[in-house]
């Protein structure tokens, strides 16, 4: 849950970019700004950032009860009703969240503006004219076109596994660092 919770907060941040280039980042070069669109064209940048929110959005929706439970808790009102109320509520709650974000989520971060802004200072800083042009051979390529096919995939299935193997993991650390300190503060 916490990787969701680091993944939507991404996903949040990328929204919160300003609406224009920082005054600090360079002029891109007309040369390489048409190189940088020619690979956004071929990866399908566009295409990939809304099929990317919607398997956060997905990975996300799965969370909703759990997350609502912890956030909302007593909050629910339903204090001496049977549990599956509560889990009823629970997930009529992650219904209308989920949809309300899905409703907002278009006005709220325009993916095609987003990820220009994002895009274009990023490769224009690690990549050189010559370096771009491979790329875009790359990208236009069979193979290319097949990497960024499968790339949703990659992402889902890569989180999906992240999820598995880190979770417990970090669940264990801090419920170890909480019993340290936990010790440390009886011990006071």
């Given at each position: 849950?916490?990787?969701?919770?680091?993944?939507?907060?991404?996903?949040?941040?990328?929204?919160?970019?300003?609406?224009?280039?920082?005054?600090?980042?360079?002029?891109?070069?007309?040369?390489?700004?048409?190189?940088?669109?020619?690979?956004?064209?071929a990866m399908k940048v566009d295409q990939m950032a809304e099929q990317s929110?919607?398997?956060?959005?997905?990975?996300?929706?799965?969370?909703?009860?759990?997350?609502?439970?912890?956030?909302?808790?007593?909050?629910?009102?339903?204090?001496?009703?049977?549990?599956?109320?509560?889990?009823?509520?629970?997930?009529?709650?992650?219904?209308?969240?989920?949809?309300?974000?899905?409703?907002?989520?278009?006005?709220?971060?325009?993916?095609?503006?987003?990820?220009?802004?994002?895009?274009?200072?990023?490769?224009?800083?690690?990549?050189?004219?010559?370096?771009?042009?491979?790329?875009?051979?790359?990208?236009?390529?069979?193979?290319?076109?097949?990497?960024?096919?499968?790339?949703?995939?990659?992402?889902?299935?890569?989180?999906?596994?992240?999820?598995?193997?880190?979770?417990?993991?970090?669940?264990?650390?801090?419920?170890?660092?909480?019993?340290?300190e936990k010790h440390r503060i009886v011990k006071k």
């Amino acid at each position: 849950m916490r990787t969701l919770k680091f993944l939507a907060a991404l996903l949040l941040t990328a929204a919160s970019a300003p609406g224009g280039p920082q005054s600090s980042e360079p002029v891109i070069s007309p040369a390489k700004r048409t190189l940088i669109r020619e690979l956004y064209s071929a990866m399908k940048v566009d295409q990939m950032a809304e099929q990317s929110a919607n398997i956060i959005m997905d990975q996300l929706n799965k969370q909703l009860p759990s997350m609502l439970s912890q956030v909302l808790g007593d909050s629910l009102d339903l204090r001496g009703k049977p549990r599956e109320e509560f889990e009823r509520a629970l997930i009529e709650s992650s219904e209308r969240v989920n949809k309300r974000i899905k409703e907002l989520l278009p006005e709220r971060i325009k993916w095609p503006e987003t990820m220009e802004q994002i895009f274009y200072p990023i490769y224009d800083k690690h990549f050189t004219e010559l370096e771009l042009k491979d790329l875009v051979a790359f990208y236009t390529s069979t193979t290319g076109q097949k990497a960024i096919h499968v790339m949703p995939d990659l992402l889902k299935e890569s989180m999906e596994k992240a999820a598995e193997l880190m979770n417990p993991r970090l669940m264990q650390l801090v419920n170890q660092v909480l019993d340290e300190e936990k010790h440390r503060i009886v011990k006071k």
